[in-house]
């Protein structure tokens, strides 16, 4: 059964849920920024998601849920992790080196046409008209932030290649999404899946930093040390927690308004503690990504039920 254009309004806890991911995701864009430095990008990303397994693990284990999965689970969720968290989150660190938080993360509200197209080409799913319309929106918004951002840098080649990078990151984050619902498919137990994904991803980083002849460092100061553990805990392991715990509770629908609120959250931390500075195109952009969004929760809340 999926939601319907007459559900009664979330209770209170909902609306908590959807706030806390929305701040906790929309804040997480800038805490990267505070991973720079000392430590190389692969290093502070093997750091973030070993612990990040290792807690997801550990919350497994106390409340007795399962961990062991199938040989055919393991390999979906070995995908998983290799394409969104040994790629696309080594990407978007190198993206944010050269461009603001807040533009990668409205980047990446591309994400939902890409998950759309491939979605509907790779298996045969369909979308409402509102929700392609929305999606379009969306990449319209993010085109006219890219501009945006190309003029405001005067088309530097730096801006042009963070831009690339973080483009290239969606990409793979909508290949990590198809190889999460494979592993959905067989059935592999969502906080499972998401910390063998999470441990796989690191061991490959760590493999690639090693085999790259990457330098293994700690920074122990305050900055990188609290920025790890937000990333970590607070990114990578609550705001799932929490967002998965809605989306079983309430649908998937109600859950998708955290998407739509992250990139205002995003580009508000990032003109506060970035001293960023947008012009008419990037909020002309973020405009057309949130009308997007929510034409694609209306088609979502819409659908007829199965």
Request: proline content about 4%; overall charge positive.
């Amino acid at each position: 059964m999926t939601d319907s254009p007459a559900r009664p309004a979330p209770p209170y806890g909902a609306i908590a849920q959807i706030a806390v991911c929305s701040v906790i995701w929309g804040t997480t864009w800038y805490a990267i920024t505070l991973q720079f430095g000392t430590v190389d990008p692969l290093v502070s990303v093997t750091y973030r998601f070993a612990l990040a397994a290792a807690a997801l693990f550990a919350w497994c284990v106390l409340r007795r849920l399962p961990i062991r999965l199938t040989r055919a689970q393991h390999l979906a969720v070995a995908l998983q992790g290799l394409l969104v968290f040994a790629v696309q989150y080594p990407l978007v660190y190198v993206a944010e080196e050269t461009v603001p938080s807040a533009v990668v993360a409205v980047m990446f509200a591309a994400l939902a046409f890409v998950n759309l197209a491939l979605f509907r080409l790779l298996f045969g799913q369909s979308a409402q008209r509102a929700a392609w319309a929305g999606a379009l929106l969306g990449v319209i918004g993010v085109a006219a932030l890219f501009v945006g951002e190309l003029r405001r840098t005067s088309f530097d080649a730096a801006a042009l290649g963070g831009l690339a990078t973080a483009a290239a990151a969606v990409v793979v984050s909508a290949g990590g999404n198809l190889a999460a619902f494979k592993a959905q498919e067989k059935g592999a137990p969502v906080v499972a899946s998401t910390a063998w994904a999470m441990a796989y991803g690191a061991a490959a980083v760590a493999i690639f930093a090693t085999a790259s002849g990457v330098e293994w460092r700690f920074e122990a100061t305050a900055r990188y040390v609290v920025s790890l553990l937000y990333l970590s805990l607070f990114g990578s392991t609550l705001a799932f927690g929490l967002y998965f715990a809605l989306a079983r509770a309430r649908g998937y629908a109600l859950a998708s308004y955290i998407s739509a609120l992250t990139p205002p959250v995003a580009m508000a931390v990032s003109v506060l503690l970035e001293g960023a500075r947008f012009g008419l195109e990037a909020y002309l952009g973020l405009a057309l990504v949130l009308a997007g969004q929510g034409l694609m929760i209306r088609a979502a809340r819409s659908r007829p039920a199965a």
